[in-house]
T-cell receptor, first 115, second 109 residues
Framework: DSGVTQTPKHLITATGQRVTLRCSPR?????VYWYQQSLDQGLQFLIQ???????AKGNILERFSAQQFPDLHSELNLSSLELGDSALYFC??????????????FGPGTRLTVL | GQQLNQSPQSMFIQEGEDVSMNCTSS?????WLWYKQDPGEGPVLLIA?????ELTSNGRLTAQFGITRKDSFLNISASIPSDVGIYFC?????????FGTGTRLTIIP
């Protein structure tokens, strides 16, 4: 158990819909990262927040957005969903804010299925 | 998005065998990380490398940051059943984090 929690564990929805994925970082961690893992694209970094502010951006689509709240939990919003958005979405957290120089602890993931 | 060339894609070995996998790229990186993902779980950091030529061990695992800064390898000695999973290399450079395509390790009984 990494100490990072993600809800829900599974989500099934239809094309065109909007969903929100939630992540609670490990106690004391200020940084939250979101990743997408799909069969054809592998694991891709989407976005990072540090202490409430966006710190780094990866391959995040414009239809996706994220935020980190004052209590440091984070939400990833996915809208106008397409079949290709079906994937495992991971959240990770770390104590500090550098993208590569801090060990990231991954949550168990949310499996999104778009029908 | 850009991905690293990680090989092999999959490996089928017997318990006790040594394992070797590597990642290469045409770009130069400042950091190489190796993660392992167990079935149904998120990745876990195994080894982090920050300097060209650096060789680091973590138990039965050994990883090296290539001298050219364009590659890295991971070796696992005397494999055991719990080594099963997917191993990812991750590189960092130009403020970008890039993941390898993964090496799936299966241990044949």
């Amino acid at each position: 158990d990494s100490g990072v929690t993600q809800t829900p564990k599974h989500l099934i929805t239809a094309t065109g819909q909007r969903v929100t994925l939630r992540c609670s970082p490990r106690s004391g961690d200020l940084s939250v990262y979101w990743y997408q893992q799909s069969l054809d694209q592998g694991l891709q970094f989407l976005i990072q927040y540090y202490n409430g502010e966006e710190r780094a951006k990866g391959n995040i689509l414009e239809r996706f957005s994220a935020q980190q709240f004052p209590d440091l939990h984070s939400e990833l919003n996915l809208s106008s969903l397409e079949l290709g958005d079906s994937a495992l979405y991971f959240c990770a957290s770390s104590v500090e804010g550098h993208l590569a120089y801090n060990e990231q602890f991954f949550g168990p993931g949310t499996r999104l299925t778009v029908l | 998005g850009q991905q690293l060339n990680q090989s092999p894609q999959s490996m089928f070995i017997q318990e006790g065998e040594d394992v070797s996998m590597n990642c290469t790229s045409s770009s130069i990186f400042n950091t190489w990380l190796w993660y392992k993902q167990d079935p149904g779980e998120g990745p876990v950091l195994l080894i982090a490398l920050y300097k060209a030529g650096e060789l680091t061990s973590n138990g039965r695992l050994t990883a090296q940051f290539g001298i050219t800064r364009k590659d890295s390898f991971l070796n696992i000695s005397a494999s055991i059943p719990s080594d099963v999973g997917i191993y990812f290399c991750v590189s960092f450079g130009n403020e970008k984090l890039t993941f390898g395509t993964g090496t799936r390790l299966t241990i044949i009984p």
